[in-house]
């Protein structure tokens, strides 16, 4: 089992900047892939970014890159997801996820046994 509790969310300007953190508990978070995902009002939950159980695979969706970074520390069982020129579109609420057994590919919801409560981040214009 792993328990996933983000925060850090918030309201920031457009161009402003964020960092999210996902504490975990639990004894397999060091061996999980992670991954960031967000929904917005009316939309299906997307697919942010992942990063492999060492901090050696990482992978974003397009619209986020070059702005988030992904990382983790295992020592501390804790996610990050550092988000810079953050714009209006950014906005949604923001989940942590642990990848364990679950089938489904990396970038998709499916892919994740474990999620967090989420956490809101708007940008405003």
């Known amino acids: 089992q792993v328990q996933l509790v983000e925060s850090g969310g918030g309201l920031v300007q457009a161009g402003g900047s964020l960092r999210l953190s996902c504490a975990a508990s639990g004894r397999t978070f060091s061996r999980s892939t992670m991954g960031w995902f967000r929904q917005a009002p009316g939309k299906e939950r997307e697919f942010v970014a992942t990063i492999g159980w060492s901090g050696g695979t990482i992978y974003y969706t397009d619209v986020v890159k070059g702005r988030f970074t992904i990382s983790r520390d295992n020592a501390n069982n804790t996610l990050y997801l550092q988000m810079n020129s953050l714009k209006p579109e950014d906005t949604a609420v923001y989940y942590c996820?642990?990848?364990?057994?679950?089938?489904?590919?990396?970038?998709?919801?499916?892919?994740?046994?474990?999620w967090g409560q989420g956490t809101q981040v708007t940008v405003s214009s």
């Open positions: 996820a642990a990848r364990r057994n679950a089938r489904g590919n990396y970038y998709e919801a499916r892919g994740y046994d474990y």
